[in-house]
Each structure stands twice: as structure tokens, then as C-alpha cells.
């Protein structure tokens, strides 16, 4: 299963890694909030350490999860029909493989695509942490997110096996999860439905787990309970996304 | 008792509310070329896609390579090589790259693999472009590399599901040569489904007609032939009417031919000798008052076997309809529904709404409900214009006399458009489904040398005809109406008023 997953997913970044350009259009648009909204909610939002900019850093982190990752499913669409799955089915392959392979090289991209926001970040004078272990344990959760939602995209292609209502969800879905989160705005500010709904969101603890430990002082408890909830958020959409994907043979 | 490769008994699979495979036997003997042939939905694809472990199955037992299907998928993967309808590759790899993924997958060593590609390549003369990506590759190249990517295991067994769809007829025949000779020289044994009838007649050792979910009959391609007794004589009709039917009747009654089948305008008749047979039929004919319009005789092809077994002519078969995906999001009965008339009714019959006006074509009128024309068409009398008909590239009148000459000498050559210079101007395989049955009119030995470039265009695979200037469905019924009352008037496309809309020569 390991080798089928390493090889299928080889095949992926290479696919990937022939046209750049189409992950780094994903990036437009996270890199446009983060621009925009620094400079406009950043005189007013009131933050603990005082800099909005590094409270709003980890939400556009977990923001290009959301975008990069959600689009996976459309793929596998394309893949279904374009008949490359059958050319994989007929093959002796883990049925495992195939899916998990997409999902981590969903997730991968996504990694690539987070570091160029940081990246960005620091140059527009964001103190988010450079201390490398910190933004190691960051990414991991980002990463986990990453399988999470593309595990969710993937199960969704082949529950609905329809492309238009599935981007139709993808585009439903973004918004309000990242505004029922503290994403962009601290939790004191949300009225209370809001910060109850906020706390079925996986987004909300990934945002809070990312913030914890990238930004000073780490808090490393709180950290460590968000890497616990979405590392469980990544591994039962993963199961779901599996299952799903073995219940296709007709 | 030889060797099967492939054994099915009474194999049934059951989607929601059809049986696509009813209960269906075969056996394919090793280092045997079979060819499903049938029309769209008799369940090729469903038996190719149960026999490569794809689907499951409600009932049946199956075994492949003397494997149960069932009990061990994996190691019939093992054994067979799958060529699906639509090439499977990755576009933007090289061909050694899917090559490659594909040789890992069933757990090959690398340099097993990279041994095997050069093989392959070099087998389907790939070699200059297997490092290309596969971007850059035309149809044909691509459906290569598609069989080349399933062999690279060796398996013993090879699918191809309509392996030739949609391919030139270049690429067509070099195909054929290839799945030949993999069947020659290492012994493969290939099951194939096609819905052209050339290429199961001249590539596969047997031919299996499969129609609703089974397997009509099964032999080698000459067995079935001689199935059918006698000659065939062909006889087309300008329109079909209870003359006609009576006339059909009375010469079955007769005893002159032992069967008779409909296909559309055109009358199959199955007589034990074609030359002395044909005239006493055309003087019953003209004794009858009917215009014959063509007659042609020949030995019974495989489409004569297939209008037999299936219910319709292999040439009807060539438009797919496919389930479309807002089927599921349009209400209960899937959106299903047709025209009838000008009104648009639901599969139930229940009519779905209607239009504003009630007005109707009436000839080549366009009238008002109480029957007044509203515009009359420049040609108000249908007959003339129904006389005319194409002769070799040209459209002439009743008499023969040339209506007009196309602006420029191209020409059909087989599928190709062509220039005068006998280059083809643009490829037709484009158009997939299309091309592959115009091809098959003008490729098939479906009639022998008589008939004329009229009947063959007749013949396209349309569930309609052109009637004088209207395009009617088999029944009879129209089939839609123009937007405006224009009209062809000799080779020049003119208004209500008969005033030319533009000249065709430019």
C-alpha cells in the first residue's frame, strides 16, 4: 500500500510540478486578503499583542488550506471520467493508495503554497516566529488540515459524482467557515451565535492551533490539544473518503 | 477440451431499475480473438467492465484465466491488460512516464519496466515520441500508448473496448494490424466490443452479437452469415406506406423470399437466389404502382446478421445517447422527455407545456391554427424539389439536369473531405461517434458496388430521412422545425420573399 501511495503520488507532483502556474493561482486570492485586510481592519481590530498582521497571518494560512485543498475532488472527477481511476482499478493497487495519495499531495501542495504567504508575511514586517522547530509544529497542522479537507473534497466527488455541485459546496463552504472562526477577527468581537458555531468548526481550532504556537508567547498546551482535534478532523474524513471511494466499483 | 480464457455463465447485472447484462454465456477460448458487437446499451462495456473486476455482479459465475472473478480480483488484475473507451493516460507525462507508474503499480522492477518500454515502443513504433508528453501526441498515437500501458505487465489476456472509436481510418487499419499481430505472436487472447461490423468481420475469430443483456448468437463471422440462407436484395423506398407494407406482405405470402426485415425506408428481402429472384419482384412492383427507388442484392453481410438478431441495422446505431448529469437534479422523472410536435411531453407521455401559439408546419408551410398560411415558402410545391437529388457531388434536378456546381472540386473520399488535389482538407475523426458510422457507409460491404453516392448518404446513421426539404424521423414524424420559412432554392439559401440570403459560391 506504502509503495503504490508513494508512486501514485509521485506521479502527481510530477504532473504538478509540470504546470507551476496553476498552484500559484490558487495563492491570488489568500494573498490578496492578506494584503488587503491587514491594511484595512488593521487600524481598528484590537488584538492581544497589538499586531494585527501577525493575528491575521495564521487565518490566511489556514485560508490557502482552504482554497488549495477543496479543489481535489474536482480532479478526481476529471480523473473518473477522463478514465485514468479505471486505468488504476484494473491495476492491482490498493484502493487505499489512490485515495490517500491524492490527499497528500494535496496536502504537500498546500504546504508549498503556505510557505510562500509566510514568506510574504515576513517581508511585510509580520513577527511571526522564523524559529524553525515552531513552524515545523505549525505546518503540521496545516498539513493535517490540508489531507482533512481534500479527504472532504475527495468523498463528496464521489458521493455526488457531479463536478458543478461539488464546486457549488466548495464555494458554500469557504466563506462561513472561515468567518465562524476567529480567522480574522478575535473571538471577544463575534457575537455569541457566531462563537458558538465556532466551536464545531475545525477551522476554529486550526486557526487557534497555528496562532499558538507561530506566534509569541507559544502556548504550547493549547497547541497541542488543536493538533489533537484536527489531527482526529483529518483521520475520520480520511476513512469516510476511503470508504466512499471502495463503495464506487458499481 | 481447449483451454478458456474466459468463462461466463448467466451472468446478470442489475442497475437500479435495468438489466444491462440478462443472464448472459460466454466462453473465449485461449489465444482466441472474440468481438462483442452490438448497439449502444446491449452491455458490451458493462461485460468488459465485470470481466476487468470494475464492476461487481448480481448473479453468475465468472472466471478469468481459470480464476473466480469473485473470489480472487487480484490475481485476475494480474492477468489482464485493460484498454478502456477512453485512453486512460496522463497527458502531461511522457509516454515512458506512464508507462513507467502503470509497470510499478502491478509491482514490476524498474529495470524490468524500462526492458519492457523499449519493447512496446518499438513494437507500436513509438520509440521517436515515447519521450514526448503525451500532449503532443495525435488520437491514434495515444490509443497505442493506451494498449502499450496495459501490456507492460505481459498479461495473458487483453480487453479493448471499442479500441478503434473515433480513429481515422489510417489509424483504424494500423490498429487492426497491431491487435493481429499481438494475437499471432504471442498468442494473447483478446476480447474486443466494437460496433463496427468491418472490424469484428476481419480482426476476430468469432463474432458474438450481443443485444439486451445476452448474447444473441455466436460463431465465426462466415457461420453467421451463412445463417441467413440465400442472397439479400436491398430495396429502398422514397416513403413507406401501406402499399409498400402490402406489397412486403404478398411476396413473404408468395413463397419468392423466405424473410423479410424493415430497416427504416429500406426492405431487406431474403431470397434463395438473388439474380433470378429480383425480376419477377420489380415487375410485382410496378404491377403494384411502386416506386422503387434503389434495388441492390448481395450476399448477406454481417449487418444483415445484425439486423436479425438485434432488431435494428448496425448503420442506425451510431448516435450514443448518454445519460446526462442534470438528469438526477430534474425532477422525478429525470427530465426525460421528448418533442412530439411542437409540444415538449415528459416520458410519460404527460405533456409539459405548450407553446404560445398553436401554429404548425403544414407541407413546407408555416400555417396558423385555422389552417391560413402565414408566409408561403418560395417553393410552394413540395414534389419537384423532392425529386431533386444528389448525384455525385451535385445536386440535380428531376430531369438530371445540374442545378448548380459547388464553388470549389472538393469532394468525399471515404471519410475525408478532399480537395481537389485529392488532399484531405481536415480531419473528420473530430467528431468521434459521427465519423466512425459515415466511415463505416462508405468502407462496409454493406451493398455491393450499386448503389449510388444518394443512397449511401440515405444511409447515414440518422433514425430519419431527408424529405424534400424537411428532416423526418423514421415514423414519419418530423422532427423539428427551421426557425424561418427560408428555403433552398436551387444551390442558393433564400428568404421568405425567395430573395437570396448569400451567394454560396463565396
Known sequence: ?250 | MTNLAISVSNLTKIFTDNKAVNALNLDVKEGEIMALLGPNGAGKSTTIRVLSTLSGFDEGEVHVGGVDIDRDPETVRRTIGVVAQQTGVEYFMTGRENMMVQGRLYKMKKADILARIDELAHYFELDKSIDRLVTTYSGGMRRKLDIATALIHRPKILYLDEPTLGLDIHSRKLLWKYIDELNKKFGLTILLTTHYLEEADSLSHRVAIINEGQIQIIGTSDELKNSIHGDSVVISFDDVNDKEKAFAEALKQSGQVSDILWDGNNLHLYVDNGASSVPPIMEQAAKDDIHVKTLSLARPTLDDVFLKYTGTSMLDTGEEETEEWWHQWAGKDGGKGNWKGNKWVNADGSQKGEWEDSEEWQGNDWVNPDGTAKETAPTTDTDPAADDSWQGNDWVNKDGQQKGDWGDSSNWQGNEWVDNEGKPKQDWSGTEQQAGSAEQNSNTPIDDGTTDTAETAAATPKDGDWKGNEWVKKDGQQQGDWGDSSDWKGNEWVDANGKPKSDWKK
Request: glycine share 6%; net charge neutral.
Open chain 1, 1 to 250: 500500500m506504502l509503495s503504490d501511495t508513494w508512486h501514485l503520488f509521485n506521479k502527481y507532483m510530477t504532473i504538478t510540478l509540470r504546470m507551476p502556474l496553476w498552484s500559484l493561482f490558487t495563492l491570488i486570492q489568500p494573498l490578496l486578503w492578506l494584503i488587503i485586510f491587514a491594511q484595512l481592519f488593521g487600524s481598528f481590530v484590537q488584538t492581544s499583542n497589538g499586531n494585527y498582521m501577525d493575528f491575521m497571518v495564521p487565518g490566511i494560512l489556514i485560508m490557502t488550506v482552504l482554497f488549495g485543498s477543496s479543489w481535489s475532488g474536482v480532479s478526481l472527477l476529471r480523473e473518473i471520467s477522463a478514465g485514468t481511476v479505471d486505468k488504476m482499478l484494473v491495476a492491482p493497487v490498493s484502493r487505499v493508495a489512490i485515495v490517500l495519495s491524492r490527499v497528500m499531495h494535496s496536502a504537500i501542495q498546500v504546504i508549498a503554497q503556505t510557505i510562500i504567504i509566510l514568506v510574504v508575511a515576513w517581508s511585510m514586517g509580520s513577527t511571526i516566529t522564523m524559529n524553525p522547530i515552531y513552524l515545523f509544529l505549525g505546518l503540521t497542522i496545516v498539513f493535517l488540515l490540508g489531507i482533512g479537507f481534500a479527504a472532504l473534497s475527495n468523498g463528496f466527488a464521489i458521493t455526488l459524482q457531479r463536478e458543478e455541485p461539488l464546486v457549488m459546496i466548495g464555494n458554500l463552504m469557504t466563506l462561513p467557515l472561515m468567518f465562524f472562526s476567529s480567522a480574522f477577527v478575535p473571538k471577544e468581537f463575534m457575537p455569541t451565535w457566531i462563537q458558538y458555531a465556532s466551536t464545531i468548526n475545525p477551522i476554529s481550532y486550526a486557526v487557534e492551533g497555528v496562532r499558538a504556537i507561530m506566534t509569541t508567547p507559544q502556548d504550547l498546551t493549547l497547541f497541542a490539544k488543536d493538533f489533537a482535534i484536527i489531527l482526529v478532523f483529518a483521520m475520520v474524513t480520511l476513512a469516510w473518503a476511503v470508504s466512499a471511494f471502495k463503495a464506487l466499483r458499481d
